[in-house]
């Protein structure tokens, strides 16, 4: 009876020392530059989005938005994998009507505006595997200034002239792509 209880314990210390290694689990330590989100409606309350954008927000860190977007580069817009971009229903970027889905948005940067881009691409992890031929919509949009510096790359929508306005800010550079109906 006591070598019984003895292996019972033993095969109880066993099973708990090899089910606890097995479940601890390595987390991540917090991106340099998280992941976040916008859409519109804003409003968590609002289930029936038009538009969202899940993208990675880096941070200026005292260097120079032209060296973490190169003007006349294309840009993943943000950091880590290329910002994703859902339409819940057909809207135009410019004259160009595009799906209800999800692309890839990029960007190319200049000093006085930048070429927004949706493409077909998808889980495309930065701006390396670009390809012009799966653009499905471009359109180039004046650059301006805000009084404010932001530290952290932005993404915010607002309600436009017909339509959503993608507001892009960081550093004190701002820029408005107009989604129209």
């Given amino acids: 009876m ?3 209880s003895f292996l019972s314990a033993f095969a109880f210390a066993l099973i708990m020392l090899t089910s606890s290694s097995i ?3 390595e987390f991540s330590k917090l991106d340099k530059s ?3 989100a916008a859409a519109f409606p ?3 309350k609002e289930a029936n989005k038009a538009i969202k954008i899940v993208y990675s927000r880096p941070q200026l860190k005292g260097r120079a938005l032209s060296k973490l977007a190169p003007n006349g580069k294309v840009w993943r817009l943000g950091a880590n994998e290329a910002a994703e971009l859902t339409l819940y229903k057909d809207m135009k970027l410019g004259n160009t009507t595009v799906k209800a889905g999800t692309y890839t948005f990029y960007a190319i940067p200049g000093d006085k505006e930048w070429t ?3 493409s077909k691409d998808l889980n495309v992890w930065g701006s ?3 390809k012009q031929d799966n653009d499905v919509a471009r ?3 004046p650059v301006t200034s805000g009084d404010k510096s932001l530290e952290a790359f932005s993404i915010a929508f607002a309600k436009g002239n017909n339509g959503i306005d993608m507001h892009l800010g960081w550093g004190t550079t701002r820029v408005v792509v ?3 109906k």
Avoid: G
């Fill in 42 to 44: 804003a409003s968590y």
């Fill in 34 to 36: 998280p992941m976040d």
């Fill in 178 to 180: 107009p989604f129209t």
């Fill in 139 to 141: 359109l180039n949009v």
């Fill in 23 to 25: 479940s601890a689990q």
């Fill in 2 to 4: 006591k070598k019984l």
């Fill in 128 to 130: 390396y595997f670009y």
């Fill in 116 to 118: 927004a881009i949706i």
